[in-house]
C-alpha cells in the first residue's frame, strides 16, 4: 500500500518555484531518505505530506486523504524539523505529557528511555537547549510518537558525530521492533545509507530520481587512469551521456563516472590498459548527478 502519493505536485511562493512537476509513491513500512541540494525543495515537500503546506498544483494523498488542515491524517504523522516551538516555561518532561495526549501509539518508556540515554535532563527547559540537544529531543519526540508516518527534516543538525551515530542506531531499532513509514531529509547521505531502504532525490525543485538505495549503488563506476587510456579503451566506446563526470586530477589523468547500464560487459581490456576501477561513495554521486552542470571546480578556474 502506498502511504503518501504524489502526482504532478507544484509549489509557489509568489514567483519562486520551490517544487514542480513531482510525482512519486511512498510504499507503507520503508525508510525513504529525502535527499537534495539546498533549496531544492526537501523541507516544502515534507511540510505538505504533514498538511502544513497546500500544493499550488497537483494531487498529494497521505493514507489516500488530502493532508491539508486535515486531522484525521494529522493524528497519523509526525514532522521532527527545527521550527518545533513549545512555550518558554516547559520542561523536556511537561512537553513528553503534553505531546503523548495526541498520539495513541506513543511510548512513554521508551521517551524517558531515550533521554536518559542522549543524557538530556527532563527537568530543563526546552528553551534553553543547545541546538544539538534540542535536535535530539525533537527527534525523541518523533521516535516516541510512533506514528505511521514519521517525517524527519534534517534531524541532525546540530548533533555531534558521537551523537549522530546514536540517533541512525536508534532510529532502526526502533523502527524493526514497530515498522512504519519514515522519511528523512538530509545531506549527510553517507552517514545514513546503512538504514536507508529507499532514495528519493530531489534537484532544482524537480524529482530525479526514486530508487531502492541498492539500485543507486550500483547506479554508476569510478575509473582512475591515463587520459589517453581511458580514451583508447573506454570514452571510445561511450556516447557523452553515459560520461556523468570527468575530472583531471594530475596532468594527463582523468578521473570518470560513468553509468554502469552504458559500460561495456568487458572491463578487461580497461584493467589491462593500467585504469582503476573504483565504487562511487552515494554521496559522491548525489553530488554529481545534482550538480548543475557537468565538470566540476576546475572548470571554474580555467576561464578566463
Ligand atoms: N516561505 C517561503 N517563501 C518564499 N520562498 C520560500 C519559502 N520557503 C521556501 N522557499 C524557497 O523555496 C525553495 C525550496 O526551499 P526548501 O526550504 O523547501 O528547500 P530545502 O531543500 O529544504 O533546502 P535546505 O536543504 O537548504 O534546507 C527555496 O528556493 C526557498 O528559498
Redo the contacts with the bound molecule.
Sequence with gaps: MSVVVGYELYKR??K?Q?LGDVSFAIEENTITGLI??????????LKMMAGHLKPTQGKLRVFAQNPFDNLDVAGKVFLVDDTMAFPDSFTLQDILREVAVFYPNWNSQIAQGLLEYFLLNPQQRHSNLSKGSKSTFNAILGIAARCPLTLLD?PTTGMDSAVRKDFYRVLLKDYLEQPRTIIL?S?LLGELEDILEDILL?NQ?GLLMHKPILDLKQYALGFRGSAQALRESLLNRLSEEAVLHREEFVKGSLYLVIKTEELPEDFENIRSSGVEILPVALDDLCNILTAPRKGGIDDVYKRG
Excluded: W
Design positions: 511562493y509568489g519562486v520551490a537534495g541540494r539546498n533549496g531544492t525543495g526537501k523541507t516544502t515537500l534534517e531529509s545531506h530531489l525543485g
